[in-house]
């Protein structure tokens, strides 16, 4: 399996600019996680998606943040307009639903972004 | 206060020796529990999940989870420069077993 993909993998742009981050999760995972990581506040789970319908988006910062799934190979996280502090690396996970799975999370490889 | 604690370290350990980290956490109705290794610049990885009281080994690694005390740790025996990383204490917190609430992390140098 190719895992969790994500694109890019690395984006520098200008404060102001729209911000496109995608995600394609494991083939038959259920679930799919956005996350963001910066030194300050660790790894931070920002919404979650069960069968493409976002089940708990509380951690989105602001409504400057949003996530869609529209089919359940693909997903993206937008933030319009990005600021400075937006900076961190933003990973996609999945996951499948059962006892034999664990619970266990897969991550993808993560979206640098920098925003300045 | 934050619902998964971890010290942030560095911890450092010489080669061949045990490295002990810790965890606690606050959601006294968590139920599942796990360790990420996260290297620099990578992604987190799983390397153990621990539901039940007590030890649970998998080679070098064991993971211990005590509820009554709100602790899990994980050990690392004949500790190897490779071991040296960040590990991410998760916790799947009361509302959902899908969601997991990270720790902030504890940096392993393992000196050769």
């Known amino acids: 399996d190719a895992g969790v993909i994500q694109s890019p993998r690395h984006e520098v742009t200008e404060m102001g600019q729209e911000v496109t981050l995608r995600c394609k999760p494991i083939s038959g995972h259920d679930y799919l996680f956005w996350y963001r990581q910066t030194m300050m506040r660790g790894l931070e789970l920002l919404i979650y998606?069960?069968?493409?319908?976002?089940?708990?988006d509380s951690g989105m910062p602001e409504d400057r943040f949003s996530a869609k799934m529209p089919n359940a190979s693909f997903s993206t996280l937008k933030i319009q307009p990005s600021e400075p502090r937006d900076s961190a690396v933003y990973f996609c996970?999945?996951?499948?639903?059962?006892?034999?799975?664990?619970?266990?999370?897969?991550f993808g490889e993560g979206s640098w972004l920098t925003v300045v | 206060q934050k619902e998964v604690e971890q010290n942030s370290g560095p911890l450092s350990v010489p080669e061949g020796a045990i490295a002990s980290l810790n965890c606690t956490y606050s959601?006294?109705?968590?139920?599942?529990f796990f360790w990420y290794r996260q290297y620099s610049g990578k992604s987190p990885e799983l390397i153990m999940s621990?539901?039940?009281?007590g030890d649970k080994e998998d080679g070098r690694f064991t993971a211990q989870l005590n509820k009554a005390s709100q602790y899990v740790s994980l050990l690392i025996r004949d500790s190897q420069p490779s071991d040296s990383a960040t590990y991410l204490c998760a916790v799947a917190t009361s509302g959902s077993a899908r969601q997991l609430t990270f720790g902030s992390g504890t940096q392993l140098t393992v000196l050769p």
């Open positions: 998606f069960n069968n493409n319908v976002p089940i708990d």
């Open positions: 996970a999945s996951s499948l639903r059962g006892r034999a799975s664990g619970n266990t999370i897969y």
């Open positions: 621990i539901y039940s009281n």
């Open positions: 959601d006294r109705v968590s139920q599942s």
